[in-house]
């Protein structure tokens, strides 16, 4: 701990702890008497007010978690060596060249993208551990990390991760805003994922050619149009007061996107049948509902309210069954996300809108009811660890992501003074879910049976051979498009990926540390923004604010 604290005089502290244990025997006879008096109806306890003590393992855990989307950056300071994991490097590529250039072994990549068309595509993320660009979970991404920077972002701020948080999402906007040139085209991809896999390289080294791919009124893509929405209209609130004239310009571009995806209505997985390969898409509802929800806490305006909980709701809100939050399925996202309009906001709306938001409510209760460990309704998709597990590759993505709700809906529980939730007539409690998301997280940690950190630069204990090609390949290196001598090497990775969240455990939590084991050593930028979110709602137990405008 702080030196500054060895320093104070030990009768300070022995005051201190005197008055503490006063207190508390105060607080324990208020709180007797008041469970005396109010058995019938139990109130949750207060609400916290700003951010209170942190705990410093979360903290530690997300300050390594936010550094990934620095090493997915398309532009220089791809991966830090290990010493330098606490450099930033934003101001070294915020013109796009490099200005101020600290690190020698790293260089500018995938300048010219987009060029092709006349856009500019050279920001944004690249997705994993190759070299492409795909919009569809970078948008989920930038949706995310907005999401957690609005719930979490005072208690970001005292750990020193709100700038960077907010500079990463900028990256990804500036790049979603440059990808919608005109009302009704948007790109959707950069790179040619089968030329791109034919190759091991550093992105720096890339020569191939980088086509883009758009969707349109003729080719249209209602999911990947409707993610990208629902970035920027919730990115729209995290820089309303940091820079309104950016904040407009993002709420202008989520319109028109929502239009354009709620017009021509058709999956871009029907559109481009090559997306399947990659990220294929299992519906485009949940993405209307989901952007209509994030325009209208952007805006209050109360045509998205009446898409959410009129017709379109009902028909693709899939009420009553709990599903899986991830890049693919945002019902769950949505419906923790106007829990929160039926929580906090229900004053001005007509009867049909509350029996709608109570129907999103109902089904965020099903979800959570679904999660927690001893619930009636308990899902049995968990290790016997009690780690969520549901599928084989990039297993960690639907612990962390269902753990984020859980503790995004414990600290809605919390502000509004709700003391439980109903699963089956068992009752559980803000406490509760937050405890299921810890377990979570700990377990991600390294509270598992492989006692191993699956956040690469966290803990003692991480992998070593993360499937990705710029920490595998040494700065150096001369090897272009053919290095596949690097894939294959038995030395750990040269350059460590900080803050990657790898795909993680088999279902019987072993975890294979090999380079070429993609379906469990590969991150993904999703997997850091859900990462992100967990680990920022757990720094300490808080209230969330009741209005993002
Ligand atoms: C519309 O998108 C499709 C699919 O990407 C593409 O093949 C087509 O060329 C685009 N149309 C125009 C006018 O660019
Ligand atoms: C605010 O955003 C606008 C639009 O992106 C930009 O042109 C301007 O430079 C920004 N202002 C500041 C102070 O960053
Ligand atoms: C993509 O998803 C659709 C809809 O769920 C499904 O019918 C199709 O088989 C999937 N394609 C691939 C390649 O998995
Ligand atoms: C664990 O599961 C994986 C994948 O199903 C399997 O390959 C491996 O052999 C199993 N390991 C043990 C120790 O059972
Ligand atoms: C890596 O895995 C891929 C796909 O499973 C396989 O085609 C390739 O041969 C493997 N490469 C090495 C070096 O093991």
């Known amino acids: 701990m702080g030196s500054s604290n060895e320093k104070r005089g030990k009768g300070c502290w022995c005051w201190l702890f005197i008055i503490l244990i006063a207190a508390a025997v105060v607080a324990a006879a208020v709180i007797t008497i008041k469970n005396k008096n109010d058995k019938s109806h139990p109130k949750a306890p207060p ?36 010493f330098w994991a606490e450099w930033r490097c934003d101001f070294i590529i915020a013109a796009g060249k490099l200005v101020n250039n600290k690190i020698p072994w790293r260089g500018d990549s995938a300048l010219k993208d987009g060029s092709e068309e006349d856009v500019d595509m050279s920001k944004g993320m690249y997705d994993a551990g190759d070299n492409m660009k795909f919009n569809f979970p970078m948008a989920f991404t930038a949706t995310v990390l907005s999401w957690t920077i609005l719930e979490y972002g005072d208690q970001m701020d005292v750990v020193k991760q709100l700038e960077p948080a907010q500079d990463s999402l900028k990256w990804i906007t500036d790049y979603l805003i440059n990808s919608h040139p005109s009302e009704n085209v948007l790109y959707i991809q950069v790179g040619d994922p089968e030329a791109d896999h034919k190759c091991w390289q550093k992105p720096e080294s890339m020569t191939e050619a980088r086509p883009v791919t758009q969707v349109n009124t003729s080719s249209p893509g209602t999911e990947v149009a409707a993610e990208t929405a629902a970035a920027l209209a ?12 950016y904040s407009d310009l993002l709420l202008k571009h989520a319109g028109q996107l929502f239009t354009f995806a709620n017009t021509y209505r058709r999956s871009y997985s029907v559109s481009i049948p090559k997306v399947q390969t990659y990220y294929n898409s299992t519906g485009y509802g949940d993405e209307l509902l989901w952007a209509a929800s994030w325009l209208y806490h952007a805006t209050e305006d109360m045509s998205y309210l009446k898409f959410v909980t009129g017709k379109d709701g009902k028909q693709f809100g899939n009420f009553g069954n709990p599903t899986w939050f991830s890049w693919d399925n945002k019902l769950a996202g949505a419906q923790v996300l106007l829990s929160r309009v039926n929580f906090f906001g229900q ?16 089904t965020a209760e099903a979800v959570m009811c679904g999660l927690l460990p001893d619930s009636p309704s308990a899902t049995s998709s968990r290790t016997d660890g009690g780690l969520i597990w549901v599928s084989e590759w990039n297993a960690l993505q639907h612990p962390v992501a269902a753990a984020f709700l859980a ?12 003391a439980s939730i ?12 937050r405890n299921f998301a810890k377990s979570q997280a700990d377990y991600v940690l390294g509270d598992n049976p492989m006692k191993m950190s699956y956040l690469v630069g966290y803990g003692d204990k991480y992998p070593e051979y993360v499937h990705h090609r710029g920490a595998s390949i040494p700065a150096d290196a001369k090897t272009g498009c053919k290095g596949f001598e690097w894939l294959e090497s038995t030395e750990p990775n040269p350059n460590v990926a900080v803050g990657a969240l790898v795909g993680g455990p088999f279902q019987n939590e072993t975890y294979i540390d090999s380079r070429n084991n993609s379906m469990q050593g590969e991150p993904t930028t999703y997997n850091s923004a859900i990462i992100v979110g967990l680990l920022s709602g757990l720094l300490t137990t808080s209230s969330v604010v009741r209005s993002f405008t």
């Open 47 to 82: 609400v916290p007010g700003p951010p209170g003590a942190i705990t410093q393992k979360y903290a530690d855990a997300l300050k390594a978690a936010t550094q990934f989307f620095n090493v997915q950056k398309c532009i220089v300071c791809i991966v830090y060596f290990r």
């Open 234 to 245: 919730s990115a729209s609130l995290v820089f309303k007061k940091i820079n309104s004239t």
């Open 347 to 362: 004053e001005e709306r007509s009867n049909d809108e509350k029996l709608g938001l109570q129907m999103y409510r109902k």
């Open 407 to 418: 503790i995004v809906y414990s600290d809605y529980m919390l502000t509004s003074q709700t």
């Open 422 to 433: 109903y699963c089956s007539g068992k009752t559980y409690t803000a406490a509760d879910l």
